[in-house]
């Protein structure tokens, strides 16, 4: 483990952060194989319409970003 005595607060919280979305990330993953490919796959499909329908905690902020595309 890293030493944090030289972090600023928001340095460490953006660690903290990405440390845990890293270990969520992991822990999702690895619960995840225990189902088939089709079944995994049918999770995030549900995963990626749930997100498209702007009903996610956010979406008004979301909303209000305007789109960047690419060029």
Known sequence: ???????????????????AAAAGRAELEASLQRFT?????????????????RRHPGADEAAAQPAVTAV
């Open 1 to 19: 483990m890293m030493d944090t005595g030289m972090d600023s607060p928001a340095a460490f919280d953006e660690r903290m952060r990405e440390e």
């Open 37 to 53: 490919h089709e079944q995994r796959d049918a999770f995030w499909n549900a995963i990626g319409l749930y997100y498209s329908t």
